[in-house]
Nanobody
Framework: QVQLVESGGGLVQAGGSLRLSCAAS????????MGWYRQAPGKQRELVAT???????NYADPVKGRFTISRDNAKNTVYLQMNSLKPEDTAVYYC??????????WGQGTQVTVSS
């Protein structure tokens, strides 16, 4: 059974930084894309950033230039470095891992709160 364990969320002032981590364990097949989504209260879940196994990255427009996604394939771990945080970045952040054949698995979510 695949488990994704997230860490690194918390409360930070506007302009501050946080680093999220997500480690996938129990995988059977190769993990291809990994990434992060977020969901703010009353809003739909939205893409934040994705990273392919070869390192190709994709960012949502609101976070470009502020967030950086990276991964360690040997550890099946994905990271999200978040700088210059804004109150509108406040949300629950969910990581995912897309495993060959079996598809996507999701983490339990970690709360990020940015105060103004």
């Amino acid at each position: 059974q695949v488990q994704l364990v997230e860490s690194g969320g918390g409360l930070v002032q506007a302009g501050g930084s946080l680093r999220l981590s997500c480690a996938a364990s129990g995988t059977i097949f190769r993990v291809n894309a990994m990434g992060w989504y977020r969901q703010a209260p009353g809003k739909q879940r939205e893409l934040v950033a994705t990273i392919a196994r070869d390192g190709a990255k994709n960012y949502a427009d609101p976070v470009k230039g502020r967030f950086t996604i990276s991964r360690d394939n040997a550890k099946n771990t994905v990271y999200l470095q978040m700088n210059s945080l804004k109150p509108e970045d406040t949300a629950v952040y969910y990581c995912y891992a897309d495993q060959e054949i079996l598809g996507k698995n999701w983490g339990q979510g970690t709360q990020v709160t940015v105060s103004s």
